[in-house]
């Protein structure tokens, strides 16, 4: 839902998930009400981090890597790891770590997009179900990215320094899963972690003078945006409206014997 009575477009390169900061003193740009880095290491699990020291292994490795941004997707973090964070990026020109929440809610879903992060990015999912700790970690199970911001909310990245090859194979088997979906939730899914790997993503604010305006622009732009998609996926075949066209002289003359009658 919009913010005026116009239609407004939003554009974002590169890729972004909802899933922000731990806290709000990880923000470092006060005007933008986020937080950014360049050339980023990125630590990617669905693990709770309670103990700090969990956590040193991985900067301590990072540090000697000469590497001075850290990016952590984690469940959960606590205070005190928090609070550790914070302490170590007083300097962020020497040595900067924020952490994000894991994207998604559910299991499945969550599981999903961190391998499509560890994809985009060239690292390793890090999961829970497959018994990995922090101590466990290498450098090369961290990914790389040009640049990354997140705020309260999502996490964005620019740039993900992945095989090129391994993420086209990636993209192609969702689309081939896409394909075979029947339920429309599980094609849903599908197409949005597809459409997050293709570099960009765009948002249409729909406004208008009254609720119910806006709910009915809303749906017409939802309609609108799932017949350019099929388009675009399978191509148009003309039909509905043409037939139409071509009909109407027979129409008419049908229209023309009712009315004198």
């Known amino acids: 839902s919009g913010r005026s009575r116009e239609l407004e477009r939003e554009y974002v ?14 923000i470092t740009d006060h005007t933008k009400l986020r937080a950014e880095m360049e050339n980023a290491a990125i630590l990617i699990t669905d693990l709770d981090i309670e103990d ?3 956590l ?15 990016l952590i997707i984690a469940s959960k973090l606590s205070d005190s790891a928090i609070a550790f ?15 994000v929440k894991s994207p998604e809610v559910t299991t499945t879903a969550r599981a999903g997009a961190l391998e499509d992060l560890a994809i985009l990015t060239g690292g390793r999912p890090l999961a829970k179900v497959a018994g990995y700790t922090l101590g466990r970690v290498t450098l090369d199970d961290l990914g790389r990215a040009r640049r990354l911001w997140a705020d309260r909310t999502y996490l964005g990245i620019t740039g993900g ?12 088997a969702l689309r081939a899963a896409f394909k075979k979906a029947d339920d429309p939730q599980d094609r849903r899914k599908l197409r949005e972690r597809i459409g997050k790997l293709l570099g960009g993503s765009a948002t ?3 406004g208008g003078a009254t609720e119910m305006e806006i709910e009915a622009r809303k749906g017409q732009a939802e309609r609108t945006a799932d017949a350019l998609r099929g388009a675009i996926a399978d191509g148009v075949l003309p039909g509905g409206g043409a037939s139409l066209l071509a009909c109407r002289p027979a129409l008419q003359d049908v229209l023309d014997q009712a009315t004198d009658l």
């Open 13 to 26: 390169e590169g890729m972004y998930w909802k899933g922000g900061v731990v806290s709000r003193q990880m």
């Open 52 to 54: 700090p020291r969990e």
């Open 85 to 99: 964070l914070l302490a170590i990026s007083k300097d962020p020109a020497k040595f900067q770590a924020i952490a």
């Open 161 to 172: 320094k992945g095989d090129p090859r391994a993420l086209r194979e990636h993209i192609a």
């Open 56 to 70: 040193m292994p991985v900067i301590q490795m990072v540090v000697q890597a000469e590497i001075r941004s850290l």
């Open 204 to 206: 249409l604010w729909v």
